[in-house]
């Protein structure tokens, strides 16, 4: 099969997970059926996709609209409700992020006393020194950009994590370990997050930063990102006074290094899913692997 996911150039690891998780479960995938697209774990759906046969384990809708109708789509399971609903398929297959069933979330956590991780997206931390901020608000940076089982064993050294990165809160949730949603930039994706929330039955109440944050600027993004500010396109989901109009100096650093100690002191603000509720996501989830085999021929190792 063709393995359909996002690849970024310098590293995701969420959407990296996807080289190595399916093919741990289906020893096999890389030679059967090639004529077949396989989308596993991603924001990926959406828009129109290439013709031919494919299936789907688990992705998510979020950033190209809703998905064409498609004869050749077979649906196992998706990342929730949401996107679900957006396919016109039973929102029982709305089951949850594929990224539950990497073995390393199973390995048994071993927290540093205070260590509150912090986790961007990697659009985020390609524009911003986080790691000086981080440092400065005495939180511990966890790139998005490093191989998945470094991600992992980071999360595992947190007693609690503050995540712009979705799957740094996805894989937080599963490890247990307590986890609070923050936007440090503009391009926080609320349809994403509330598709995977809703399979868990929680609320999205992200913490914001207070001030924008970028350590470049130059004077015709600044005009660009003025313009948008007034304009005011896509409504309050949209942050539009999250789009920089100067690159940022040492007070809104100060400021934003304070803001980010204070959120991370905030016990009741963090959140956990069901420990019940990602049980039972992750044995549907290998039903549906299961049937996935069974159908294609493939071995199955869970």
Known sequence: MQLEYCHIQGGNFGDDLNLSLWARLFPD????HPEIRFYGIGTILGGRQPPGPKVILGSGIGYR??????????VYWVRGPRTAE???ID???GIGDGALLWP?????????????????HFHSIRRFDWAGLAARARLHLVDPRLPPEEVATQLRSCERVLCESLHGAICADVMGIPWRAIVLARRFNDFKWRDWLDGLGLELAPAEMPVELLDRL???KAIGNALNRLVDRGGPRARQRMRPLRAAGERKRQVAA???????????????GDR???????????????????????????
């Open 258 to 272: 304070g803001e980010l100690a204070r959120l991370s002191a905030q016990l009741d603000a963090f959140q956990l």
């Open 91 to 93: 929102p029982a297959l």
């Open 65 to 74: 609209g809703d998905a064409l109708p498609d004869p050749w789509r077979k």
């Open 29 to 32: 995938i890389r030679v059967v």
């Open 276 to 302: 019940g509720r990602v049980a039972r996501q992750r044995e549907a989830m290998l039903e549906q692997c299961a049937a996935f085999a069974r159908d294609h021929g493939t071995g199955f190792t869970p």
């Open 218 to 220: 130059s004077p015709a």
């Open 104 to 120: 390393a979330l199973r390995v048994p956590r071993s927290p540093m006393p205070g260590r509150v991780g912090l986790v961007p």
């Open 86 to 88: 957006r396919l016109g």
